[in-house]
Nanobody, 115 residues
């Protein structure tokens, strides 16, 4: 079972940046897909970004060119660099892993962007 722990959330002004981290309890080099999702108040959870074991990436439609996902296999950590943050980026950001057909989620980290 993979455990995921997010960190790096907080309060930031519009236009600012944050970097989220997702630390996994085991080696991520064999995990096919890892990613970030977010859930804004009163809205459904949505895809932010995915990264495959080979380094391929995919981003959600709501964050074109704004966020960058990366992974450090040596540290068993996936990152989400968020730039030019807007109030509508506010929400709980969840780390996700799909491994051997199973889905794993972290508990989330709150990002609040003030106007």
């Amino acid at each position: 079972q993979v455990q995921l722990v997010e960190s790096g959330g907080g309060l930031v002004q519009a236009g600012g940046s944050l970097r989220l981290s997702c630390a996994a309890s085991e080696s991520i080099s064999s995990i096919n897909v890892m990613g970030w999702y977010r859930q804004a108040p009163g809205k459904e959870r949505e895809l932010v970004a995915l990264i495959s074991s080979g380094g391929g990436t995919k981003y959600g439609d709501s964050v074109p060119g704004q966020f960058t996902i990366s992974r450090d296999n040596a540290k068993n950590t996936v990152y989400l660099q968020m730039n030019r943050l807007k109030p509508e980026d506010t929400g709980v950001y969840y780390c996700h892993a799909n491994h051997l057909g199973m889905d794993y989620w972290g508990k989330g980290t709150l990002v609040t962007v003030s106007s």
